[in-house]
Structures are given as structure tokens and as C-alpha cells.
């Protein structure tokens, strides 16, 4: 987290992540994404299956910052919020 006088910045890197996993409340910003991955090999006598899931929680008490104006740019996997402070 950075922050100076007028705002205050979060950055996150979230490949799987959309703009709806993003949260934004009175005093609060949260984020949650959720990930599966599902691979499967198949041959003439053999099969192998792989399987994973992985979440991402971040909550954080914005008292200093107004959420409700934050500004929420996401590029190619990273997620960026900048909101004023109050």
C-alpha cells in the first residue's frame, strides 16, 4: 500500500481475478478470487487427472480513504485502486 496526502494506492497481482471480485463498502475494500484449474490426460492405457483450486482473501479497514470514490483500473492481471482521502 502507498499513500501520500491526497490518496491513498492498493496494488495486487490477481491473473484470475475480474472486477466483480471486488468489494467496496463505508469503511472497507474487499477483494476475493477464486481459481480451478482441472487437467486431464488420456492415452491408450493410461489416464491421469490433476485437479486444483485456490482462493485469494483481502480485507483491509479503509477509515482513512473514502472507498466509495476509489478509482479501480485492472490490466492484464494486476488490480489497482487508488481512493482519496478524507
Not at 466483480?20 to 463498502?25: K, L, Q, T, V
Not at 474487499?30 to 487427472?49: G, Y
Amino acid at each position: 500500500m502507498e499513500h501520500n496526502k491526497k490518496e491513498g494506492t492498493l496494488n495486487f497481482n490477481l491473473p484470475y481475478s475480474t472486477r466483480s471480485d471486488i468489494n467496496r463498502s463505508k469503511n472497507s475494500i474487499a477483494i476475493r478470487a477464486h481459481k480451478r484449474l482441472s487437467k486431464n490426460i488420456q492415452k491408450k492405457d493410461f489416464f491421469h487427472s490433476e485437479k486444483s483450486t485456490s482462493f485469494f482473501d483481502y480485507l483491509t479497514t479503509a477509515t482513512l480513504i473514502n472507498p466509495k470514490k476509489a478509482k479501480i483500473e485492472f490490466k492484464k492481471g494486476v488490480l489497482k485502486i487508488k481512493a482519496p482521502r478524507v
